[in-house]
């Protein structure tokens, strides 16, 4: 069964730092182009960052870009979300996600891929 679960998520004060993980299992982790989504309270949900299974190419959304960085362990079936200055705006339900059909770029600007993490809250917040 695929399971994407996602951890890491608190509360961090502005300009401070996080750590998300999303753990993959149940598919071929290394096939697919996973990324990471938000949904901030009373908005739709954005792409924030894509990684290809290969991890050699990426794309951000503008809003996180020279601020977060996605990284993913094919060895380890995780991909995971460096987010560093932290803005109040950052604030929502941030979800893991894997596609097996499109690259990084078409994933994070489509928001529509196959599956779907359970999400982990992220506020940032003085």
């Known amino acids: 069964q695929l399971q994407l679960v996602e951890s890491g998520g608190g509360l961090v004060q502005p300009g401070g730092s996080l750590t998300l993980s999303c753990a993959a299992s149940?598919?071929?982790?290394?096939?697919?182009?996973i990324g990471w989504f938000r949904q901030a309270p009373g908005k739709g949900r954005e792409g924030v960052a894509c990684?290809?299974?290969?991890?050699?190419?990426?794309h951000y959304g503008d809003s996180v870009k020279g601020r977060f960085t996605i990284s993913r362990d094919n060895a380890q079936n995780t991909v995971y979300l460096q987010m560093d200055n932290l803005r109040p705006e950052d604030t929502g339900i941030y979800y893991c996600?894997?596609?097996?059909?499109?690259?990084?770029?078409?994933?994070?600007?489509?928001?529509?891929?196959?599956?779907w993490g359970q999400g982990t809250q992220v506020t940032v917040s003085s």
């Open positions: 996600a894997a596609s097996k059909a499109v690259g990084a770029y078409r994933l994070c600007e489509s928001a529509n891929p196959e599956y």
């Open positions: 149940g598919f071929t982790f290394a096939s697919n182009t």
């Open positions: 990684i290809s299974g290969s991890g050699s190419s990426w």
